[in-house]
């Protein structure tokens, strides 16, 4: 699973392209907004002018190679819950259908139709974004969202809507606030301990996300060898991510971006920046 460091006009992204499936977590380089949503600011919702977010998005999509999809781009309206909308088709009709339904809220998107990006943000919370030969999901998993598995949820849904099964889903987990950055109240730490099976009760408060990701994965039959966690701090990098926490909650949102390219599409490498991936 070959994932990497890319840079086009100044926007960088961790990205890849996986079972016909092109995604990327993006940075916060290379926009048009200002402090304190410096610069690729992608949430709608943060205080930032909108003609700004709306630029940026567009610079993300093409950096992503799918230049021109903003219309039929779908940003849900997150709600930390663990609702997974699915998209089937590129039709006026159907994008209409959704967005009315991911306006109510949603936080992870299932799509399995050819050019139609989806795009989730994130500043601390868990982005995971799973592929498979006909589809792909995007997953927005904050502490009540992985408490409730909802990527393993998604994973189930992309099934049911592909027809694949469980050792044909690939998983990447972006950049998020790691475990050992993450301090809980005892009350939620022993939650998540009764939940998972853990036995960490009284013994420590942080609390590790993907660690409980990866678990309703594998429990839901995702092999572990297909789940790959990219180990992205968005406290520890906060020049190259936004982080909730770390700004004392005035940031702006990174984000998680994936769309399923046409059979017939020539696939374009994206070409990586000189510096390794994670420096």
Known sequence: MDVERVQVDGVALVASHDQGVRFGFTERTGGVSGAP????NLGSHVGDDIACVEENRRRALAALGCAGALER???????????????????????????????????????????????????DCVPVVLTAPQ????????????????????????????????????????????????????DLIEKFDAEFGWENAGKTRLLSLSRAIQQAL??????????EDLHLSTVRENDRFFSYRAENGKTGRHAALAYMVEQLQEIHRLRPVVDPLGA
């Open 135 to 186: 589809g792909f999901a995007v997953v927005h998993s904050g502490w009540k969202g992985t408490y409730a598995r909802i990527a393993a949820k998604a994973a189930r849904v992309l099934m049911a809507e592909t027809g694949c099964v469980p050792e044909d889903i690939r998983v990447y987990i972006g950049p998020h606030i790691q475990g050992d950055e993450y301090e809980v109240s005892e």
């Open 218 to 227: 594998v429990e839901a039959g995702v092999p572990r060898s297909q789940i």
């Open 73 to 123: 781009l779908l940003v849900p309206n997150q709600v930390h819950g663990d609702h997974v909308a699915v998209v089937r088709s590129a039709c006026a009709d159907e994008l209409e259908r959704v967005r009315s339904q991911i306006g109510e809220g949603a936080d992870a998107i299932v799509c399995t139709t050819s050019g139609v990006p989806a795009m989730l943000c994130f500043a």
């Open 37 to 40: 949503f410096a610069s690729l």
